[in-house]
């Protein structure tokens, strides 16, 4: 009782372990699942700002570009008319070139090379218009026989290719940076892609294990119920059945069940505290144990042993026709044995059988008989025979 209450308890632990590590895996997979979603989500977010902001840039920059080069063409289309103030760099471009420095530095305020840039170019740029001031004035002191002063000009192209240059640089690092977000952005839906694979093969793969422990748990329900029901059968067949019935282990021979009907044919409430050996007489058990002990190596699992001598408890001898078969038992390897009592008058009509079959065959030889006489005389014979080795 205590050994299968162990067992029970034992296979209980066991399937609440094994629910417990199936529930973490599933609740690890589904957190695994929630955060890589979250973090993709995040992380697409903040690289989606990143590509934005870079593309403001690239805008305030073209933009910047765009005003300078209009202004270095309108200085160029003032030569020719010889204006006293150039109307290059206009108030409504210096509002513009203004928003745009601005709207860098907000910007471009987390890179501090690109910061630096921009205050360079904020710098030239602030000095820009003096530059196309004073090269209109020159142009327009000058007489037409005059040589226009090629230094003022100069100077006006040292100043735009100064801020041009600045420009580029920043346009260049603008590019490397969206092409770096791009590249990022192949690699980051390259892990998504894994992550994604490797998410549903992890689904796959415990779906698969709580279905294979659902059909496990369920094959060995089943089983339980029919080892239950047919142990319930074999209980009422072993309980009710009129012929003695008991079983014995076949190392120790000690009973390990006997039905009420044994109990009634040996005279004897207990005999589970019995051997099989005190079942048979003093001088028979030696060579009933060599006789099982030879069923039991040549590997025969059930047979019959004929007619048998057995004792009852008050000591009185009975003829039993014992059958037997080996099978697993509580543990043990046991016997199954039934043990029919035969009565003195059925003994002595086998008897007289035996006999007359002995008498008629030496007259019969020669003759084919008839598969009843056969089958009978063989019976006879086999009854003979038991009694003559375990008399």
């Not at 009710?240 to 009973?255: E, G, K």
Request: glycine share 4%; with cysteine.
């Amino acid at each position: 009782m205590q050994r299968r209450s162990f067992r029970t308890l034992l296979n209980w632990s066991r399937r609440i372990a094994t629910t417990l590590v199936l529930a973490t895996l599933s609740g690890t997979a589904m957190c695994l699942a929630v955060g890589a979603t979250v973090y993709i989500t995040l992380a697409r977010d903040a690289d989606e700002q990143r590509l934005r902001q870079a593309l403001d840039v690239s805008a305030e920059l073209e933009l910047l570009v765009d005003l300078h080069l209009a202004a270095n063409t309108d200085l160029l289309k003032s030569v020719s008319t010889a204006a006293f103030e150039s109307r290059a760099w206009l108030v409504s471009r210096a509002v513009t070139a203004a928003r745009a420095y601005n709207h860098l530095d907000t910007l471009l305020a987390d890179s501090s090379a690109a910061s630096v840039k921009l205050a360079e170019l904020r710098r030239l740029s602030g000095l820009w218009p003096k530059t196309l001031q004073d090269a209109a004035q020159s142009v327009a002191l000058t007489s037409h026989s005059t040589t226009v002063d090629s230094a003022c000009l100069l100077r006006v192209n040292e100043s735009l290719k100064s801020i041009m240059d600045i420009l580029a640089a920043l346009r260049s690092d603008e590019r490397d940076l969206v092409a770096g977000m791009q590249e990022k952005a192949q690699s980051q839906i390259l892990k998504q892609r894994i992550a994604l694979v490797m998410g549903l093969a992890t689904g796959m793969l415990l779906a698969f294990a709580i279905s294979s422990r659902h059909r496990t748990m369920l094959a060995k329900s089943a089983a339980r119920i029919v080892a239950a029901e047919a142990q319930k059968r074999f209980s009422q067949y072993f309980d009710q059945h009129p012929v003695a019935m008991l079983i014995f282990d076949v190392q120790s021979s000690r009973i390990l069940t006997a039905n009420p009907a044994a109990q009634r044919q040996y005279k004897a409430e207990q005999l589970n505290a019995m051997t099989i050996e005190q079942l048979r007489p003093a001088e028979e058990v030696e060579a009933f144990r060599r006789d099982f002990d030879r069923y039991v190596r040549e590997g025969n699992g059930s047979g019959t042993g004929g007619i048998r001598r057995h004792c009852r408890v008050d000591g009185k001898v009975i003829f039993v026709d014992v059958s037997f078969h080996l099978l697993p038992f509580g543990g043990h390897d046991a016997c199954f044995i039934t043990a029919h009592e035969e009565a003195k008058a059925q003994l002595h009509m086998r008897s007289r059988a035996l006999e007359a079959a002995r008498r008629r065959r030496p007259r019969s030889a020669g003759k084919p008989a008839c598969p009843a006489s056969r089958r009978y005389s063989s019976r006879c014979a086999t009854t003979a025979r038991s009694r003559r080795s375990f008399r």
